[in-house]
């Protein structure tokens, strides 16, 4: 199910439309704050759910960005690889290759043989377990052009 909604970029305070592909069992609460990426001035900041104003029907003159999408993330860990340590629910904006750079989560390996059991680790994400994520996009000159892979 998708979700048009207007905001204003926190950065550049121009409106733009916000675009929220959700499901009804990964549903975002109005406490739930996304760090989105505005699409005219290309910097990211929070956008508090509670803030978004729904557009409804009516289509006004607005630049959309990329649409959040909510996914369920695994994380593994780098020592011992196993699987699913920390599994975390996230809305966002991001393709796989953002994702992975920006999302580090601390967590304990708790797997009696892993060297570093007990301790904190930091951990970058290791797969999308339910959703999809934005596909990879390539910058170039002032605009930007959804990649995609076609057999």
Known sequence: M?????T?????????GDLWV???TRR?????????????CGKRF???AKDLLQIGSQLQNLVFGRPVR????DYDCPYCSDRGILVSLLHTDL???????????TAVCDNGFCSQRGVFQELKPSRVVLGSLNPVELRT????????AFP
């Open 46 to 48: 929070d956008q508090d």
């Open 2 to 6: 998708a979700y048009r909604f207007v």
């Open 95 to 105: 393709s796989w290759d953002e994702l992975s750079k920006e999302h580090v989560q």
């Open 141 to 148: 000159g002032n605009y930007v052009r959804n990649y995609r």
């Open 22 to 24: 959700m499901d009804s």
């Open 70 to 73: 909510s996914v369920q993330v």
């Open 28 to 40: 975002a609460c109005p406490k739930t704050i996304v760090k989105i990426t505005c699409p005219l």
């Open 8 to 16: 204003a970029c926190a950065n550049c305070a121009k409106q733009f």
